[in-house]
């Protein structure tokens, strides 16, 4: 519900091996920093890409994380042949080639390097956040929206890095949005 969305684009070297590696969800804290260490040491080039709280708001959080990415990818020393992308959504990089994953991060190891780069990334920038706002608790929440963080925003309000597009307290109601059916062949539906 604040900062930044970050993301990671990693090239590993053949023949890395790291069958711990996994998404960055199913990793303890400890875990992902000593597999960053990892990551950021043996890849053979590695970059972080990072779209701050007012570009979410302007273009959206879906836009936004594929911009982190392609800011990523911008920074590589060395360009990819084939971009391999977690998830279900993304945006052409130029000519490269590229192609989606749901869970990739399960799959393959360079995505689950790009998890972990871009979670413990993002991590670092929310706990230094916190040095200036201790009041919403994200040096351990990092910013999700946790019962503490939503009642810190009911009392006290939001700060600069709090993005505004989102529910922030919990308390908006969402209209469900109606379904376009499309007439197939069969009996009438009332």
């Given at each position: 519900m604040a900062g930044p969305v970050?993301?990671?684009?990693?090239?590993?070297?053949?023949?890395?091996?790291?069958?711990?590696?996994n998404d960055s969800k199913q990793l303890?804290?400890?875990?992902?920093?000593?597999?960053?260490?990892?990551?950021?040491?043996?890849?053979?080039?590695?970059?972080?890409?990072?779209?701050?709280q007012y570009e979410i708001d302007r273009i959206n959080?879906?836009?936004?994380?594929?911009?982190?990415?392609?800011?990523?990818?911008?920074?590589?020393?060395?360009?990819?042949?084939y971009i391999i992308v977690d998830g279900n959504r993304f945006k052409p990089y130029g000519t490269i080639p590229h192609q989606t994953?749901?869970?990739?991060?399960?799959?393959?190891?360079s995505i689950a390097a790009a998890s972990v780069l871009a979670k413990t990334h993002r991590?670092?920038?929310?706990?230094?956040l916190h040095?200036?706002?201790?009041?919403?608790?994200?040096?351990k929440n990092k910013a999700y929206p946790t019962e503490k963080h939503r009642e810190a925003?009911?009392?006290?309000?939001?700060?600069p890095y709090?993005?505004?597009?989102?529910?922030?307290?919990?308390d908006k109601v969402v209209k469900p949005k109606r379904k376009r059916i499309k007439k197939t062949e069969g009996p009438e539906l009332f």
């Open positions: 970050v993301a990671a684009a990693v090239i590993l070297p053949e023949g890395f091996a790291c069958p711990e590696l303890s804290e400890s875990e992902r920093d000593a597999f960053r260490l990892i990551i950021e040491n043996k890849a053979l080039a590695w970059a972080v890409g990072i779209v701050d959080i879906l836009n936004a994380s594929i911009l982190a990415m392609h800011r990523a990818i911008d920074q590589l020393s060395i360009k990819p042949e994953v749901v869970k990739g991060d399960g799959k393959y190891l991590d670092e920038i929310m706990i230094g040095q200036e706002f201790p009041l919403y608790d994200w040096d925003l009911r009392r006290y309000g939001v700060t709090h993005r505004l597009s989102f529910n922030l307290t919990g």
